[in-house]
């Protein structure tokens, strides 16, 4: 397929009425492609957010997930100790690594740590150490605080396991991770912390959402504009942890 020239996608034209229409990518059908991949690939060329996220930097569109996340809820705060689950490919631990003043950029500010986890091999993130481990393997709560010097502010996770079609499928399998990582988040979190995880709609399961209500002061859910309107995916915010 020939790359679409620059501007391509977010350019304007001017119609007879005078007004400006956005000019969309189109992606023919190449042989031994299936309709679905053609459909996938129209759809990054035409994503503002991965148009962003090439600009900006950032791994993937879903560092601005977490942005829009942390910008309503305020966790991500200069000196805070960070733990990301299913880190890879890595967009996530960059904007806390920014955000918690892990490099020590902004002078007069707390220095904070960002640890990522992942069970595959992840690019190295500047400002952030990445742990290629298992988090439900016996020991992995005392490595991920030794890795940060004490315990955790936060921990967050956007993992997400292999769609399967079915929805229901689908939901009970997200929903086994965002319970393993908030188990793990008992185990590592300071009091005050913040936990977060994605979910799908239909809201967090009644026994998951009852456990978090007990150990956090507010649990939320929140869709960023970032996650796309025809994903059922939001996330399960739990802020003020009691111990």
Request: proline content about 4%.
């Amino acid at each position: 397929m020939t790359a679409p020239k620059s501007g391509a996608g977010q350019g304007s034209g001017r119609g007879s009425s005078g007004g400006t229409r956005n000019l969309k990518v189109r992606v023919k059908t190449a042989k031994g492609r299936k309709l679905a991949s053609t459909r996938w690939l129209e759809r990054q060329l035409n994503d503002p957010y991965v148009q962003r996220a090439r600009k900006e930097g950032y791994r993937g569109r879903a560092a601005f997930k977490i942005i829009e996340i942390d910008d309503r809820y305020r966790f991500l705060v200069p000196g805070a100790r960070v733990v990301d689950l299913g880190c890879a490919p890595g967009g996530w631990c960059q904007v806390a690594v920014s955000r918690v003043n892990a490099l020590g950029e902004k002078p007069g500010k707390a220095r904070g740590r960002v640890i990522g986890v992942d069970l595959q091999e992840v690019e190295p993130v500047a400002g952030a150490e990445i742990l290629q481990l298992d988090f439900l393997d016996e020991g992995a709560d005392e490595t991920l605080k030794a890795a940060l010097g004490g315990q955790a502010d936060v921990v967050m996770s956007d993992m997400a396991a292999p769609t399967s079609g079915h929805r229901q499928t689908d939901h009970l399998k997200i929903m086994a991770l965002a319970e393993a990582a908030a188990y793990f988040a008992f185990d590592v979190l300071a009091e005050g912390g913040t936990f977060l995880a994605k979910v799908l709609q239909g809201g967090t399961e009644a026994e998951l959402l009852a456990l978090l209500k007990r150990r956090f002061a507010k649990v939320q859910h929140f869709k960023p504009p970032a996650s796309r309107k025809d994903s059922a995916e939001m996330f399960v915010v739990a802020t003020g942890f009691r111990g």
